[in-house]
């Protein structure tokens, strides 16, 4: 036996050396530049002892392996921006012969000489999977929890170790394609009908199947390193192929309006590598993903999407020093449309609810939304039946405070109405244990005003859900003033055991979500009031990458609220405080109209029963002349959509809401789904540099109003070339330290 630090190697009687790769201290295997190393010398070592005639390789943990470690990389980038400075030249060599490492393994395991197979346990991601398709067979366990995927398109970058080549010559191109440009998981069904993995078995018969692939005389040779290989479907020059290339790359426009590099890389590699022997495909591979790994798109989107969020995720916000809290039990007040689910997303975490509502009617109302969602899993297969009477076990519906008495923390989702929410904090902490805690799920009400109903403000928080609550990843936790160190604590322990992602803002209103998507909806309003076709509007939006247009998803959240929102930032802050056109649109929309939106069928668009689909609303043209669509351009609508967001999250950093750039950038792709290519809303800006993006507002301000004018901040950074991440570093702390 020999030791490595990652994996294990045992060479049974038969001659098969099993390799299990288990990282210590790692709740999952990555692919670092200690685990190529070990990888290396496993090769090496196989090969060289003649008792070993073939190599099965799995994983010790439950999941096979999530793939490249992104924080190598991400200091990939940072070599290359260091680099670069210097001599553009050599650094883009430098990256290059980098990003070859992994495919020159994968490559040298390939054609080792000894058959190698992948004994696939679980979920097998990204390098994983592309080092499982160099060995010579792949045996999957058909545990529900195996899944198949190569997603590096979902953080700005592709397949580049080899995958683009192999999967496109095991799979049919359409499939491959389909597969590489979503980053969609398979199960391991669907990878074996894909000609991906050979054979799929129970868990228990995956190392037999394995070694009996190579006792079986599995030859060490991969297809395309056999004479007159054919890919699927005869390759690039076939009629089938005629078919497929031209539409491709107009498909892949639709989908993702050409923000994607990674993704329009996948079809030149799959396209180009086709047609010419493997090993210049793989450079061509490794050609473009050195290309890809230069843009910005990629550096921000591996920022934002994978580092920043797991920082979030691992409570990079959390105050240090307070041990955790192991929530035993959540009350929830209110049953609600919010309050039902988040009751059920907490008894999915394996914490015991209490469920309030005013009568047990209500409360039990709710609970039945925990019933419908349970029903709805175990349909798609998520849950057991098992495990959805476990969840909904959990839940206790009552109309009783009494009730609450031994909870760690009491979440309210009543009525939007500050006297309710009163009367409930008062009611609550009767009966609540000493250092339990208070958070509110209220979308508008500043924290510090309903803190000041409560005799304990610095165990008061705001817990800001987003709907639907069991998909929705972000939770918006927000300090009152006098909310305490502990209490931030327990919230943020809380939102990391429902599995949701927080991002930690200062008090204002609307926080810092909200703020933002009101923007994007009141531009909306703007093009509507100038006359743009409501199609080009939203059209414009989902060209610049937001997943819903601001029409669309002003009528998810109801032009009712809208209306109510404007309503009240007038009672609150003056009539100059809103533009009086918005709400001439909106409350036409409401009082005259009768139209609230999705919830009544009638909004900017029109909701006809299933199965037809919904479609702008026709009358909507008769509102405002119409302007004509060539007189219309699209990339200033979507630079409007882009920037006026933008310019918010700015404000909010500027105002000290948003402290940590990390948050405002995935707070906007998670929240509200802002432009993901560009890694965020402050990406935005980083990406194309504080002086152009200043330049930019002053020429959308000189057009459409003074809500573009670029902020004192955003001045100063770019007179002084400076970027948010720079000057309000989020690792300054630990660079003092360090
Ligand atoms: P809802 O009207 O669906 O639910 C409110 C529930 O509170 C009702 O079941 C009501 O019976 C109950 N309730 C009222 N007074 C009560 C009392 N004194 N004691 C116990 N229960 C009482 O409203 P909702 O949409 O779930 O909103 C609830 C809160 O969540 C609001 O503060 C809202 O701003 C916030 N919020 C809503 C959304 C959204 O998308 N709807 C999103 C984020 C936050």
């Given at each position: 036996m020999n030791t490595y630090k990652n994996f294990t190697v045992r060479t049974d009687a038969d001659g098969i050396a099993l390799v299990t790769w288990d990282m210590p201290g790692k709740s999952m295997n990555v692919f670092t530049e200690e685990v190529m190393d070990e990888l290396n010398a496993i090769v090496d070592a196989t090969v060289a002892d003649t008792a070993v005639k073939g190599v099965v390789i799995t994983s010790g943990k439950s999941t096979f392996s999530g793939g490249a470690d992104l924080s190598m990389i991400k200091s990939m980038f940072t070599l290359y921006q260091q680099e670069k400075a210097a001599n553009?030249?050599?650094?883009?060599?430098?990256?290059?012969d980098l990003v070859g490492r992994m495919t020159g393994l994968f490559r040298k395991l390939e054609t080792c000489g000894k058959p190698w197979v992948s004994a696939i346990n679980g979920t097998c991601m990204g390098g994983a999977l592309e080092m499982s398709l160099a060995c010579h067979g792949r045996v999957a366990s058909n545990a529900k929890s195996v899944k198949i995927a190569l997603p590096e398109v979902k953080v700005g970058i592709f397949p580049g170790a080899g995958g683009t080549q192999r999967v496109a010559r095991l799979a049919d191109a359409q499939?491959?394609?389909?597969?590489m440009t979503t980053g969609q998981s398979l199960s391991a069904s669907r990878?074996?009908?894909?000609?991906?993995?050979h054979q799929v078995v129970e868990p228990d018969q995956l190392i037999p199947a394995a070694k009996q692939m190579i006792k079986d005389g599995l030859k060490p040779v991969a297809p395309w390193d056999e004479k007159g290989f054919k890919a699927p479907g005869g390759g690039i020059w076939t009629p089938a192929s005629a078919q497929l290339w031209p539409a491709a790359p107009a498909i892949?426009?639709?989908e993702t309006a050409g923000n994607y590099p990674g993704a329009l890389a996948i079809l030149k590699c799959v396209y180009e590598g086709l047609q010419v022997p493997f090993d210049t495909a793989l450079k061509i591979e490794q050609r473009y993903f050195t290309q890809v790994l230069q843009t910005t798109e990629a550096f921000s989107m591996i920022r934002s999407l994978f580092i920043s969020m797991q920082e979030l995720g691992k409570g990079a916000r959390r105050p240090a020093g307070v041990p955790k809290t192991d929530l035993k039990k959540v009350g929830v007040v209110g049953a609600g449309f919010m309050g039902a689910s988040i009751a059920y997303v907490t008894a999915a975490a394996g914490i015991d609810v209490i469920l309030i509502d005013r009568d047990m009617d209500a409360a039990n109302k709710g609970k039945a939304t925990g019933e419908g969602l349970v029903k709805e899993s175990i349909g798609k297969g998520?849950?057991?039946?098992?495990e959805g009477v476990a969840i909904l076990s959990r839940i206790t519906p009552s109309a009783d405070y009494a009730d609450l008495k031994d909870a760690n923390l009491v979440i309210e989702a009543v009525f939007e109405d500050r006297e309710v929410k009163k009367d409930v904090i008062e009611a609550v902490e009767e009966v609540l244990s000493e250092g339990a805690i208070f958070a509110s799920n209220t979308s508008t009400l500043p924290i510090t005003g309903l803190a000041k109903n409560s005799k304990r403000p610095e165990n008061f928080i705001g817990i800001h859900f987003f709907s639907p609550v069991e998909k929705m990843m972000l939770t918006e936790v927000i300090l009152g003033k006098e909310t305490g160190d502990n209490t931030l604590a327990v919230a943020l322990d809380y939102v990391a055991a429902i599995k949701k992602t927080p991002i930690v803002v200062n008090d204002t209103r609307g926080f810092f979500v909200n703020r933002c998507v009101l923007r994007y909806m009141a531009e909306s309003y703007d093009m509507l009031i100038e006359g743009v076709p409501p199609a080009m509007i939203e059209n414009a939006a989902k060209m610049a990458g937001m997943p819903v247009g601001p029409l669309a998803l002003n009528d998810e959240v109801a032009i009712d609220l809208s209306l109510k929102i404007l309503k009240a930032t007038v009672a609150d802050l003056g009539e100059k405080a809103i533009d009086p056109r918005h709400m001439e649109l909106v409350s036409r929309m409401v009082e005259k109209e009768g139209r609230f939106g999705r919830k009544n069928s009638k909004g900017f668009y029109d909701y006809p029963a299933k199965p037809a689909k919904k479609s702008l609303w026709p009358e909507l043209k008769s509102f405002y002349p119409q302007k004509k669509a060539e007189g219309v351009d699209v990339n200033t609508l979507k630079q409007r959509f882009l920037v006026t967001i933008a310019l918010e999250a700015a404000r909010t950093v500027e105002e000290g809401i948003v402290t940590d750039p990390r948050e405002?950038?995935?707070?906007?792709?998670?929240?509200?789904g802002f432009a993901p290519y560009t890694g965020g809303a402050l990406s935005y800006i980083d990406g194309m540099g504080a002086k152009k993006f200043v330049e930019l507002c002053e020429t959308l301000a000189a057009s459409y109003g003074l809500h573009f004018k670029p902020t004192s901040l955003l001045n100063d950074m770019a007179a002084k070339d400076e970027t948010f991440y720079g000057r309000f570093d989020p690792y300054a702390k630990e660079k003092e330290v360090a």
């Open positions: 553009p030249q050599t650094a883009a060599q430098k990256l290059f499939s491959a394609l389909q597969m990878a074996k009908a894909m000609n991906l993995v892949l426009r639709r998520r849950l057991t039946q098992e405002a950038d995935v707070g906007s792709i998670l929240g509200f």
